[in-house]
């Protein structure tokens, strides 16, 4: 696990210990390093105002089966406690030069979303720029 907390802290991000786990940030960026599973986080912008989005974006279920794909992680989920959101990426040990390449790509492309609460669509954000095309934001992960 200490090469693992050594090569994000390579990557800039700051990280301290808490009981037999290793917490790990750079900009909004979180990883979560245990000998069991490392945990890739990122905000999600959780909105109300779903009047505000056109249904040209992809739905949850197939946009979290193709982040697996293309980051490596063997589960990614949104989890939602009103009023936050956030991305959870989880990588197994094993992969943890994946976790470490996911993490960096999030933070270089200061990577972000945002979620309906009602018809669940996702908005994927590069930068502070909407970026239209899902499967671009997708393919900037790995």
């Known amino acids: 696990m200490d090469w693992v907390v050594r090569g994000f802290k390579a990557l ?10 290793y917490y790990c940030y750079k900009d909004s960026v979180e990883a979560i ?16 105002e779903y009047s505000d989005f ?8 197939e946009f979290l089966k193709a982040i697996e794909e293309k980051t490596g992680a063997y589960n990614a989920i949104i989890e939602v406690k009103a009023p936050d959101a956030k991305l959870t990426l989880r990588f197994e040990p094993k ?15 200061e990577m972000d979303l945002a979620i309906t609460n ?12 909407w970026i239209e095309n899902i499967w671009e934001w997708i393919e900037n992960l790995g």
């Open 118 to 129: 009602i018809a669940g669509e996702i908005r994927c954000y590069k930068g502070g720029e």
């Open 54 to 61: 056109a249904p040209r974006g992809m739905y949850e279920d």
């Open 95 to 109: 992969d943890a030069t994946k976790a470490m390449r996911t993490f960096s790509n999030l933070v270089k492309h």
């Open 33 to 48: 390093i245990s000998s069991d599973v490392i945990d890739i986080s990122v905000p999600v912008e959780f909105r109300t």
């Open 12 to 21: 800039g991000a700051r990280c301290r210990k808490k009981g037999d786990s």
